[in-house]
Protein backbone atom coordinates (compact mmCIF):
# COMPACT_ATOMS: atom_id res chain seq x y z
CA UNK A 1 0.00 0.00 0.00
CA UNK A 2 0.98 4.00 -0.82
CA UNK A 3 -0.12 6.74 1.30
CA UNK A 4 -1.13 9.94 0.24
CA UNK A 5 -2.14 12.72 2.21
CA UNK A 6 -5.70 13.51 1.02
CA UNK A 7 -4.89 17.46 1.71
CA UNK A 8 -1.92 17.00 -1.07
CA UNK A 9 -4.72 15.81 -3.34
CA UNK A 10 -7.36 17.71 -2.32
CA UNK A 11 -5.28 21.05 -4.11
CA UNK A 12 -3.55 18.47 -7.13
CA UNK A 13 -7.06 17.11 -8.37
CA UNK A 14 -9.13 19.94 -8.11
CA UNK A 15 -11.38 20.70 -5.21
CA UNK A 16 -14.32 23.32 -6.47
CA UNK A 17 -13.99 24.81 -3.21
CA UNK A 18 -11.27 27.23 -2.14
CA UNK A 19 -10.20 26.95 1.70
CA UNK A 20 -8.55 29.82 2.96
CA UNK A 21 -9.45 29.31 6.83
CA UNK A 22 -5.91 27.89 7.26
CA UNK A 23 -7.40 25.08 8.73
CA UNK A 24 -5.09 21.81 6.63
CA UNK A 25 -6.07 17.79 6.16
CA UNK A 26 -4.12 16.19 7.94
CA UNK A 27 -5.68 12.84 6.79
CA UNK A 28 -3.69 10.43 5.34
CA UNK A 29 -5.15 7.52 3.18
CA UNK A 30 -3.87 4.30 1.72
CA UNK A 31 -3.73 3.91 -2.04
CA UNK A 32 -2.85 1.22 -4.08
CA UNK A 33 -0.99 0.65 -7.58
CA UNK A 34 -4.91 0.24 -9.11
CA UNK A 35 -6.23 3.63 -7.48
CA UNK A 36 -2.42 5.49 -8.20
CA UNK A 37 -3.61 4.47 -12.05
CA UNK A 38 -7.26 5.68 -11.65
CA UNK A 39 -5.98 8.90 -10.26
CA UNK A 40 -4.02 9.27 -13.01
CA UNK A 41 -5.97 8.69 -15.71
CA UNK A 42 -8.66 10.96 -14.19
CA UNK A 43 -6.07 14.07 -13.52
CA UNK A 44 -5.26 13.53 -17.48
CA UNK A 45 -8.63 13.69 -18.54
CA UNK A 46 -11.49 13.84 -15.76
CA UNK A 47 -14.13 13.52 -17.82
CA UNK A 48 -12.95 9.99 -19.02
CA UNK A 49 -15.80 7.64 -18.92
CA UNK A 50 -15.87 4.65 -16.61
CA UNK A 51 -15.14 2.14 -19.36
CA UNK A 52 -11.63 3.60 -20.62
CA UNK A 53 -10.60 4.22 -17.01
CA UNK A 54 -11.64 0.42 -16.44
CA UNK A 55 -9.73 -0.99 -19.39
CA UNK A 56 -6.55 1.31 -18.67
CA UNK A 57 -6.49 -0.07 -15.19
CA UNK A 58 -7.53 -3.83 -16.35
CA UNK A 59 -10.53 -3.58 -14.22
CA UNK A 60 -14.01 -4.57 -14.74
CA UNK A 61 -16.39 -1.18 -15.16
CA UNK A 62 -18.34 -1.84 -11.61
CA UNK A 63 -14.48 -2.34 -10.00
CA UNK A 64 -13.35 1.06 -10.86
CA UNK A 65 -16.84 2.56 -9.98
CA UNK A 66 -16.49 1.38 -6.55
CA UNK A 67 -12.73 2.03 -6.50
CA UNK A 68 -13.80 5.66 -7.58
CA UNK A 69 -16.66 5.97 -5.21
CA UNK A 70 -13.98 5.08 -2.61
CA UNK A 71 -11.91 7.41 -3.54
CA UNK A 72 -14.70 9.86 -3.23
CA UNK A 73 -15.73 8.70 0.14
CA UNK A 74 -12.05 9.12 1.40
CA UNK A 75 -11.64 12.84 -0.09
CA UNK A 76 -8.97 11.99 -2.08
CA UNK A 77 -11.26 13.07 -5.40
CA UNK A 78 -13.20 15.92 -4.82
CA UNK A 79 -14.45 16.73 -7.80
CA UNK A 80 -13.09 17.90 -11.71
CA UNK A 81 -11.69 21.26 -13.11
CA UNK A 82 -12.34 23.20 -16.08
CA UNK A 83 -9.99 24.78 -18.28
CA UNK A 84 -11.35 27.01 -20.70
CA UNK A 85 -9.62 29.05 -23.59
CA UNK A 86 -9.88 32.38 -22.21
CA UNK A 87 -8.16 34.59 -25.50
CA UNK A 88 -11.45 34.30 -27.03
CA UNK A 89 -12.98 36.16 -24.25
CA UNK A 90 -10.42 38.58 -24.09
CA UNK A 91 -8.65 37.26 -21.24
CA UNK A 92 -5.02 36.91 -22.30
CA UNK A 93 -2.88 37.81 -19.58
CA UNK A 94 -2.24 34.87 -16.62
CA UNK A 95 -0.14 36.57 -13.82
CA UNK A 96 0.95 35.05 -10.25
CA UNK A 97 0.86 37.97 -7.72
CA UNK A 98 3.59 37.37 -4.29
CA UNK A 99 2.42 39.81 -1.85
CA UNK A 100 4.27 40.27 1.26
CA UNK A 101 1.86 42.26 4.00
CA UNK A 102 1.15 42.26 7.85
CA UNK A 103 -2.77 42.79 6.66
CA UNK A 104 -5.94 41.00 6.43
CA UNK A 105 -5.32 38.03 3.72
CA UNK A 106 -9.42 37.49 3.98
CA UNK A 107 -9.95 41.00 2.97
CA UNK A 108 -6.86 40.60 0.25
CA UNK A 109 -8.81 38.11 -0.82
CA UNK A 110 -11.94 39.66 -1.37
CA UNK A 111 -10.88 42.28 -3.14
CA UNK A 112 -9.01 40.14 -5.48
CA UNK A 113 -12.37 38.10 -6.28
CA UNK A 114 -14.19 41.69 -7.01
CA UNK A 115 -11.37 43.59 -8.63
CA UNK A 116 -9.59 40.64 -10.74
CA UNK A 117 -10.51 37.55 -12.22
CA UNK A 118 -8.85 35.19 -9.34
CA UNK A 119 -8.39 32.00 -9.89
CA UNK A 120 -6.27 30.91 -7.36
CA UNK A 121 -5.75 32.57 -3.79
CA UNK A 122 -3.33 30.66 -1.58
CA UNK A 123 -1.99 31.43 1.96
CA UNK A 124 2.09 30.87 1.40
CA UNK A 125 4.76 29.65 3.94
CA UNK A 126 8.31 31.79 2.71
CA UNK A 127 9.36 34.95 1.15
CA UNK A 128 5.00 35.98 0.57
CA UNK A 129 1.99 35.64 2.88
CA UNK A 130 -0.33 35.53 0.00
CA UNK A 131 0.16 34.10 -3.91
CA UNK A 132 -2.65 34.63 -6.05
CA UNK A 133 -3.12 33.24 -9.93
CA UNK A 134 -5.13 35.22 -11.77
CA UNK A 135 -6.10 36.50 -15.41
CA UNK A 136 -6.10 40.35 -16.84
CA UNK A 137 -7.46 41.79 -20.09
CA UNK A 138 -3.95 43.44 -20.73
CA UNK A 139 -0.77 43.95 -18.31
CA UNK A 140 -2.14 47.85 -17.70
CA UNK A 141 -5.57 46.24 -16.63
CA UNK A 142 -3.21 44.24 -14.37
CA UNK A 143 -1.64 47.16 -13.30
CA UNK A 144 -4.51 48.83 -12.81
CA UNK A 145 -5.65 45.80 -10.06
CA UNK A 146 -2.71 46.00 -8.85
CA UNK A 147 -1.90 49.99 -7.60
CA UNK A 148 -5.37 50.17 -5.29
CA UNK A 149 -4.55 46.62 -4.05
CA UNK A 150 -0.85 47.81 -2.73
CA UNK A 151 -2.33 51.26 -1.22
CA UNK A 152 -4.86 49.71 0.48
CA UNK A 153 -4.13 47.10 2.14
CA UNK A 154 -0.46 48.44 2.49
CA UNK A 155 1.43 45.45 1.48
CA UNK A 156 4.94 45.49 1.95
CA UNK A 157 6.27 43.76 -1.31
CA UNK A 158 3.98 42.80 -4.03
CA UNK A 159 5.97 40.72 -7.27
CA UNK A 160 4.05 39.62 -10.46
CA UNK A 161 5.27 36.82 -12.67
CA UNK A 162 3.57 37.08 -16.15
CA UNK A 163 3.31 33.78 -17.71
CA UNK A 164 4.60 33.58 -21.61
CA UNK A 165 1.51 31.55 -22.29
CA UNK A 166 -1.07 29.67 -20.91
CA UNK A 167 0.03 26.38 -18.94
CA UNK A 168 -0.09 23.42 -20.37
CA UNK A 169 -1.28 20.98 -17.22
CA UNK A 170 0.92 18.05 -17.66
CA UNK A 171 0.30 15.60 -14.44
CA UNK A 172 1.92 12.57 -16.17
CA UNK A 173 5.52 13.13 -14.08
CA UNK A 174 3.70 13.30 -10.75
CA UNK A 175 4.05 10.35 -8.63
CA UNK A 176 1.09 10.03 -6.34
CA UNK A 177 3.14 7.73 -3.82
CA UNK A 178 4.97 9.19 -1.37
CA UNK A 179 8.66 8.61 -0.68
CA UNK A 180 9.73 5.99 1.83
CA UNK A 181 12.17 6.67 4.09
Request: aromatic fraction near 6%; charge should be negative.
Amino acid sequence: MNRISAGFLNKLYVSGKIDLSGEKMNATVDIDETDDKILHVLIQDARANLKEIAKECGLSSVSALNRIKQLKKLGVITGAAFFPVLDPLGVQILATIGMETDANIDEIVEFLKKHTHLVEPSKSIGEYDLCALVYAESIANLNEKIDPLKRQFEIKKVVVNVWSGMPHMTYENIDLRPIKK
